[in-house]
């Protein structure tokens, strides 16, 4: 059973920093591209970054300067490292990846991230 499990979220004042992982298990991610996501209440989930078998990453504007999506193939884990955080930045993030040889989406449950005084 594939499963992505993330952890790393909380409760942060604006400015502050956080670091989400997220682990999977019961497949090999390292040919898939990884992404964090993410939904705030009441809006659409939107995609904040991804990282690809080759290491090539892309941020959503939003986010870009101020988060860090990085992998452990060894681990088979990617993280995402948030500074410069703000109060907009609060949702739940979600882990996510494609597998194109199945056609599967693969979603963790999320983490809560909350930017406030």
């Known amino acids: 059973q594939v499963q992505l499990v993330e952890s790393g979220g909380g409760l942060v004042q604006p400015g502050g920093s956080l670091r989400l992982s997220c682990v999977a298990s019961g497949y090999d991610f390292k040919f898939l591209r990884m992404d964090w996501y993410r939904q705030a209440s009441g809006k659409q989930r939107e995609l904040v970054a991804s990282?690809?078998?080759?290491?090539?990453?892309n941020y959503s504007d939003s986010v870009k300067g101020r988060f860090t999506i990085s992998r452990s193939n060894a681990l088979n884990s990617v993280y995402l490292q948030m500074s410069s955080l703000r109060p907009e930045d609060t949702a739940v993030y979600y882990c996510?990846?494609?597998?194109?040889?199945?056609?599967?989406?693969?979603w963790g449950e999320g983490t809560p991230v909350t930017v406030s005084e």
């Open positions: 996510h990846s494609y597998n194109p040889l199945y056609a599967l989406d693969y």
């Open positions: 990282i690809s078998s080759d290491l090539t990453t």
